[in-house]
């Protein structure tokens, strides 16, 4: 079965803790990104790589990490420095070469500080 | 800043009528364009994606594009309860980094 997927579904943290969430695809897709969303809002875009071992940082990446040692995984890491967590993390992942661009997501993790 | 621009409604249609959401969106040099569908709680599903000017068509679902007025729209024919979600229009650009900007979404509400 091909598709990306993510975990936990539900993640707790507390107070200056740096969380981990996962994401995994097994598509062979090329690019792999992470948005939030926040309650009634759009998608905001953290971070996203084009290929292993490079990333940039999207429009909110501040308190964010990531890494891309593998094609197939992309965590990312909530770090203490990110002041108001909660929110829903999504992970999408596209094929670059040949042609338009379409993003699958993953199942989403559902983040709250306690 | 790129931006993408949705009514967020929510937008209230009887079952069997015809829901019409729109998009309009400020980079000329946007090249692909996505409709989303999201149900409360879940992720993004892909709907439609809509490439050059005028209509594409998938069983109750027509996407309608017009690059000149950076407008692009879907309709939902037929419109069923199950339709009722969250549809969020994104927007790609003419880079090769796959990125998509996307609108914060219009909820539609099919009422039986």
């Given amino acids: 079965d091909g598709g990306i997927t993510q975990s936990p579904k539900y993640l707790f943290r ?20 992470w ?13 996203y ?46 094929q670059l070469a040949g042609g338009p661009n379409t993003q699958y997501f993953g199942p989403g993790t559902r983040l709250t500080v306690l | 800043q790129k931006e993408v621009e949705q009514n967020s409604g929510p937008l209230s249609v009887p079952e069997g009528a015809i829901a019409s959401l729109n998009c309009t969106y400020s980079d000329r040099g ?19 994606s809509i490439y050059s000017n005028g209509d594409k068509e998938d069983g109750r679902f027509t996407a309608q594009l017009n690059k000149a007025s950076q407008y692009v729209s879907l309709l939902i024919r037929d419109s069923q309860p199950s339709d009722s979600a969250t549809y969020l229009c994104a927007v790609g650009g003419s880079s090769n980094t796959g990125k998509l900007i996307f609108g914060q979404g219009t909820t539609l509400q099919v009422k039986p």
């Fill in chain 1, 14 to 33: 507390k107070e200056g803790q740096n969380v981990t969430l996962s994401c995994e695809q097994n598509l062979n897709h090329d690019a792999m990104y």
């Fill in chain 1, 35 to 47: 948005y939030r969303q926040d309650p009634g809002q759009g998608l905001r875009l953290i971070y």
């Fill in chain 1, 49 to 94: 790589s084009q290929i292993v071992n490079d990333f940039q940082k999207g429009d909110i990446a501040e308190g964010y990490s990531v890494s891309r040692e593998k094609k197939e995984s992309f965590p990312l890491t909530v770090t203490s420095a990110q002041k108001n967590p909660t929110a829903f993390y999504l992970c999408a992942s596209t």
């Fill in chain 2, 30 to 48: 946007s090249q692909s364009f996505f409709w989303y569908r999201q149900y409360s709680g879940k992720s993004p599903e892909l709907i439609m």
